[in-house]
C-alpha cells in the first residue's frame, strides 16, 4: 500500500527566502507526481506535474525533482513571497490508480 | 476554459440527516473524482467514475454514501444518515484521461465544507 509523506508538517519563513518542501513516498513504482496548492476554504490548484520518466518540473520561482529509487520528491520555492502563504500537497500515482496524498505543508511566509 | 464547479460551497446539517452534493466537471473530461478531506490531512478518494460507469469505489462508506453520474457528465455525491465523522471538505476533480495516458492531470473544483452537528 502506497504512503505519502510530508515533512515539516508546518513551516514558517521570513519573506525573501528560499525554502524546500519535502515529499516521501513507499512504492517507488509510481506513474507521475504532482505538487497542489491548497488555500484555505477553497480547492487544490495543480503546480507542478513530474512524470516518472523525469528528473524535474520548473514553473516560475517554483522547481519540484524526483527521485524515484529514493521514493523522494522535493519542491523548491524561491524568494518566497507573502502569497506563496498556503498549504502544500504532493500526491503519487500508479498507472491508472487513484492519486494518494501527503497530508501537506502549512507555509506561511511573513512579511 | 471554465473550471470543474460545485455547489453547494458550505452545508451544515445534523447528524443522521441526509445530504447530497453536485459537481459539474470541465467540458470534455472523461473521468470525474470525489475526495473527502478531513481538516489536517490529505484528500483521500471516495469514488473515481470513467465518463458513467465507476473505476473504482473501494474507499466508500457503501453502507451511507452513494453517488451517481448521469449521462457521464454532472455528479451527484449524497450521504444517508450523516455521522459526525463525516464532517470534512468534499472535493470533486475532472480529468480528462483516467487511464495511464499521458499526462492524465487532475483539476479540482472549490470543495463543499460538510459540518455534522
Known amino acids: 500500500k502506497q504512503e505519502v509523506t510530508q515533512i515539516p508538517a508546518a513551516l514558517s519563513v521570513p519573506e525573501g527566502e528560499n525554502l524546500v518542501l519535502n515529499c516521501s513516498f513507499t512504492d517507488s513504482a509510481i506513474y507521475n507526481l504532482q505538487w497542489f496548492r491548497q488555500d484555505p476554504g477553497k480547492g487544490l490548484t495543480s503546480l507542478l506535474l513530474?512524470?516518472?520518466?523525469?528528473r524535474e518540473q520548473t514553473s516560475g520561482r517554483l522547481n519540484a525533482s524526483l527521485d524515484k529509487s529514493s521514493g523522494r520528491s522535493t519542491l523548491y520555492i524561491a524568494a518566497s513571497q507573502p502569497g506563496d502563504s498556503a498549504t502544500y500537497l504532493c500526491?503519487?500515482?500508479?498507472?491508472?490508480?487513484?492519486?494518494?496524498f501527503g497530508q501537506g505543508t502549512r507555509l506561511t511566509i511573513n512579511p | 476554459e471554465a473550471g470543474v464547479a460545485q455547489s453547494p460551497r458550505y452545508k451544515i446539517i445534523e447528524k443522521r440527516q441526509s445530504v447530497a452534493f453536485w459537481c459539474n466537471p470541465i467540458s470534455g473530461h472523461a473521468t470525474l473524482y470525489w475526495y473527502q478531506q478531513i481538516l489536517g490531512q490529505g484528500p483521500k478518494l471516495l469514488i473515481q467514475?470513467?465518463?458513467?460507469?465507476?473505476?473504482?469505489d473501494s474507499q466508500l462508506p457503501k453502507d451511507r454514501f452513494s453517488a451517481e453520474r448521469l449521462k457521464g457528465v454532472d455528479s451527484t455525491l449524497k450521504i444517508q444518515p450523516a455521522k459526525l465523522e463525516d464532517s470534512a471538505v468534499y472535493l470533486c476533480?475532472?480529468?480528462?484521461?483516467?487511464?495511464?495516458?499521458?499526462?492524465?492531470?487532475?483539476?479540482f473544483g472549490p470543495g463543499t465544507r460538510l459540518t455534522v452537528l
Open positions: 476533480a475532472s480529468s480528462y484521461i483516467g487511464t495511464s495516458g499521458i499526462r492524465n492531470e487532475q483539476f
Open positions: 467514475f470513467q465518463n458513467n460507469g465507476v473505476v473504482d
Open positions: 513530474i512524470q516518472s520518466s523525469q
Open positions: 500526491a503519487v500515482k500508479k498507472g491508472a490508480q487513484k492519486l494518494v
